[in-house]
């Protein structure tokens, strides 16, 4: 996104303070999507489409959590030919190869989403300025674990989203 945002939010933290999810990790596993996009669509028989191709390469570049929408613009402002209906169907898709992974759906209803990293991670999402943090807690993790396996299931995945206030935020 742009390098204006990234200077400080509204109660004076820095977004970057987030996480964990370092630049290096970020760069490489934005990168990895090729080699993993190809096998997909060779298993699944789909075409090898420039237009899917270029999509995710936009997508790559985006540095937060982003909806369908916002990569539409992003897209269309590069590659005016590419139609909403193919970015759509592109990001199911990328879903599908488990390149992307739909983060939780903003309080709008729309998803949102993000590259897939190897380090998994929940979220705090700011209700004063919408800034949404990503946070690990292993306390959280084994609590969750616990109380999955005492109902006799075993976890596939989970989203973890805490809505909360700033208490940073001057008043
Ligand atoms: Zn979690
Ligand atoms: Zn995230």
């Known amino acids: ?9 509204p109660c004076g933290r820095g977004p970057e303070l987030n996480v964990k999810r370092a630049v290096a990790n970020k760069a490489s596993m934005n990168q990895n999507w090729e080699g993993k996009l190809l096998n997909h669509l060779k298993n699944k028989g789909l075409r090898h489409s420039d237009a ?57 209803g729309v ?24 946070f690990y807690d292993d306390g959280l993790e084994v609590a969750q674990q616990r109380t999955v396996q005492s109902h006799d299931f075993e976890e596939v995945r989970h989203q973890h989203v805490i809505y909360a206030r700033c208490t940073r935020l001057a008043r």
């Not at 998803?111 to 990503?134: A, K, M, Q, R, W």
């Open 1 to 9: 996104m742009s390098n204006g945002k990234k200077s400080k939010l």
């Open 52 to 108: 899917r191709i270029k999509v995710t390469q936009v997508a790559a570049e985006a540095e937060e959590h982003f909806d369908i929408q916002q990569l539409v613009l992003r897209v269309q402002k590069k590659f005016k030919d590419i139609g909403a209906a193919t970015v759509y169907r592109t990001v199911k898709t990328l879903v599908d190869a488990g390149i992307l992974r739909e983060t939780f759906q903003g309080e709008a």
């Open 111 to 134: 998803s949102l989403f993000e590259f897939t990293s190897e380090d998994h991670h929940d979220h705090i999402v700011c209700v004063d300025c919408g800034s949404i943090f990503e």
